[in-house]
């Protein structure tokens, strides 16, 4: 009889085993699931430049061309200081904007970061 109830239930090292088995299976599936998601973020982030760089490409050929008309209908001194002035306005109005929108985007940045240890804990 004791040798039929040792047979039923596991032994201590096969639910260690068992136990094992579960912890690694479910650290391997955390550790794939972050590297996913870093794996999205850098990829967003890699499309996220691309589009900045060619946005920002086009806002300064904007700026250029328009500096251009404006200095090939400048007339006088006068003319030309306030051309000066009005490009430069609009050359600080850009860069504000700009900085405005790369610190929203770090920002964004920092939330999906911090959304990303929060749903893939490391402990």
């Known amino acids: 009889m004791p040798e039929h109830s040792e047979a039923v239930t596991p032994t201590a090292v096969e639910r260690t085993t068992t136990d094992a088995e579960a912890q690694f299976k479910k650290t391997n599936a955390?550790?794939?699931?972050?590297?996913?998601?870093a794996q999205k973020m850098a990829l967003e982030e890699m499309v996220?430049?691309?589009?900045?760089?060619l946005d920002?490409?086009?806002?300064e050929m904007h700026l250029f061309s328009e500096f251009v008309s404006k200095m090939a209908g400048a007339h006088s001194v006068k003319d030309i200081r306030t051309m000066y002035e009005e490009c430069s306005k609009h050359q600080m109005e850009f860069?504000?904007?700009?900085?405005d929108r790369l610190f929203r985007h770090g920002e964004r940045m920092i939330e999906v970061?911090?959304?990303?240890?929060?749903?893939?804990?490391l402990n």
Do not use: W, Y
Not at 113 to 121: E, G, I, T, V
């Open 95 to 99: 860069v504000r904007r700009d900085c």
């Open 30 to 37: 955390l550790a794939a699931g972050f590297m996913f998601g």
């Open 113 to 121: 970061a911090s959304n990303l240890f929060k749903s893939h804990p």
């Open 48 to 53: 996220f430049a691309g589009n900045e760089i």
């Open 56 to 59: 920002r490409a086009q806002t």
